[in-house]
């Protein structure tokens, strides 16, 4: 299903190397997968709160494209819901499949956290290469705080201009 969303996305222009998928927890995992399995290299892949799935098989699944994508994984020190050592032994897995990995702690349970946030937008602006400051300025603009209770994305135009935050209830 997401590689038919990401192939959706370069049928209608965007480069994969432009293209940046992520989740948190159970959607993180589903990136991950979907990030190693991919066939061409991704601009990046963030994981919040995740793990990977399907470890013993994923190794045999694993593609170049996957080897040349960026991995961004952050996770709770305190999460009860999937548990930190489950984000280490992960992030160690997929860096044993050759994938480059940046692992971030925090202190945090089972949620997102501004600082995490912050960090994620570093990542993002990092891998996307923005052709122009229009992302970059966009992004410096303050938002609402943390969206408790909702589903929330930046969304970027394949410009590279931020289209601002989306939010739907969960």
Not at 36 to 63: E, N
Not at 86 to 102: D, K, N, P, W, Y
Request: proline share 7%; aromatic share 8%.
């Amino acid at each position: 299903m997401l590689h038919d969303l990401i192939g959706q996305e370069v049928a209608a222009g965007i480069a994969p190397g432009r293209v940046l998928i992520g989740g948190f927890s159970q959607g993180a995992a589903m990136a991950c997968f979907a990030a190693l399995t991919f066939d061409q290299p991704l601009a990046g892949c963030f994981m919040l709160s995740g793990y990977l799935t399907l470890k013993g098989k994923v190794p045999g699944m694993v593609t170049a494209g996957a080897k040349q994508t960026p991995f961004w994984q952050a996770h709770g020190s305190q999460d009860p819901v999937v548990p930190f050592l489950f984000g280490q032994v992960s992030s160690h897995a997929i860096q044993q499949l050759g994938v480059a990995v940046e692992f971030k702690q925090y202190t945090i349970a089972h949620t997102a956290d501004p600082s995490e946030l912050a960090d994620l937008k570093a990542f993002m602006l990092r891998v996307l290469h923005p052709p122009s400051g229009a992302l970059r300025a966009a992004a410096q603009r303050p938002r609402p705080g943390p969206c408790t209770g909702y589903r929330a994305s930046l969304a970027v135009r394949s410009n590279g201009r931020a289209a601002g935050c989306t939010r739907g209830a969960t």
